[in-house]
Nanobody
Framework: QVQLVESGGGLVQPGGSLRLSCAAS???????MAWYRQAPGKQRELVAQ???????NYAVSVKDRFTISRDNAKNTVYLQMNSLSPEDTAIYYC?????????WGQGTQVTVSS
């Protein structure tokens, strides 16, 4: 099981961009890596995921604005977020899973506000 640490969150104006990073304590090569988010009063939702084979999937609300990528050599997953809107404000969590082996990071706050 890997330990996950997110970074890169912060305050950004509407229309701006942020890049989140998720550093793993070990190899992510076999894992499905994903980003989830949870806004106040809402359930945690899947934002984007990347399979071990590099296939990506996105929530409809972020498609064409967000890009998930992974660097297996650096054991790191990224989430590039463009054209941010206040509706993207949430805590963003990194997730890894391989069968029953599931890990979560501690989360990083993203706030989109003018």
């Amino acid at each position: 099981q890997v330990q996950l640490v997110e970074s890169g969150g912060g305050l950004v104006q509407p229309g701006g961009s942020l890049r989140l990073s998720c550093a793993a304590s070990g190899s992510i090569r076999p894992y499905v890596m994903a980003w989830y988010r949870q806004a106040p009063g809402k359930q945690r939702e899947l934002v984007a995921q990347s399979t071990s084979g590099g296939i990506t999937n996105y929530a409809v609300s972020v498609k064409d604005r967000f890009t998930i990528s992974r660097d297996n050599a650096k054991n790191t997953v990224y989430l590039q977020m463009n054209s941010l809107s206040p509706e993207d404000t949430a805590i963003y969590y990194c997730n890894s899973r391989y069968g029953l082996d599931v890990s979560w990071g501690q989360g990083t706050q993203v706030t989109v506000s003018s």
